[in-house]
T-cell receptor, first 111, second 116 residues
Framework: QKEVEQDPGPLSVPEGAIVSLNCTYS??????FMWYRQYSRKGPELLMY????GNKEDGRFTAQVDKSSKYISLFIRDSQPSDSATYLC???????????FGSGTRLSIRP | DAGVIQSPRHEVTEMGQEVTLRCKPI?????LFWYRQTMMRGLELLIY????????DSGMPEDRFSAKMPNASFSTLKIQPSEPRDSAVYFC??????????????FGPGTRLTVL
């Protein structure tokens, strides 16, 4: 079993829809949770970074962490074609430990 | 800020040849990471350096892979001899890691390696 599981998609939604992306993990020792966005033929870029459980909002993006269920989510409101990319969840045990990435979900927003 | 710079962007080589990938981290960053991304295995950490010193190379697949960081502004990842299963996109990332701080890693554009 992988430490971090993520549905690869692809996920296709119409412009303006709310998108929900999710990951599950197996090790309760993870403390830091991240979402990266990767456009085609580019490197990943950090989108959201949260510590422990709870919600964090940044513009149209909301990250949720439920440590009791070992489940994290990324919500995108009012989705735009420019949001079309692969989204990777990631997590780490401590602030300095190596990052473990999910396999990524490919998202397409239809105009 | 130019970001993390990697070269070459694309490399096609034949099995058995030596391959050298290069990375210039963001100026002022003290940590450097080499990752490999494939469809099968996703994004995996190969090795990382802190203040030019290798800290964790447990992700390096085998002895054919080696990495160096001779100074704060340059690192190489070498594969010798290369094999078709080494075909992947190799990313370099850098960050500034202070005492007790959590760090944000900035990724380069990657080198797409194809070994025939």
């Amino acid at each position: 079993q992988k430490e971090v599981e993520q549905d690869p998609g692809p996920l296709s939604v119409p412009e303006g829809a709310i998108v929900s992306l999710n990951c599950t993990y197996s090790n309760s020792a993870f403390q830091y949770f991240m979402w990266y966005r990767q456009y085609s033929r580019k490197g990943p870029e950090l989108l959201m970074y949260t510590y422990s459980s709870g919600n964090k909002e940044d513009g149209r993006f909301t990250a949720q962490v439920d440590k009791s269920s070992k489940y994290i989510s990324l919500f995108i409101r009012d989705s735009q074609p420019s949001d079309s990319a692969t989204y990777l969840c990631a997590m780490r045990y401590s602030s300095a430990s190596k990052i473990i990435f999910g396999s990524g979900t490919r998202l397409s927003i239809r105009p | 800020d130019a970001g993390v710079i990697q070269s070459p962007r694309h490399e096609v080589t034949e099995m058995g040849q030596e391959v050298t990938l290069r990375c210039k981290p963001i100026s002022g960053h003290n940590s450097l990471f080499w990752y490999r991304q494939t469809m099968m295995r996703g994004l995996e950490l190969l090795i990382y350096f802190n203040n030019n010193v290798p800290i964790d190379d447990s992700g390096m697949p085998e002895d054919r892979f080696s990495a160096k960081m001779p100074n704060a502004s340059f690192s190489t990842l070498k594969i010798q001899p290369s094999e078709p299963r080494d075909s992947a996109v190799y990313f370099c990332a850098s960050s500034f890691r202070g005492t007790g701080d959590t760090d944000t890693q900035y990724f380069g554009p990657g080198t797409r390696l194809t070994v025939l």
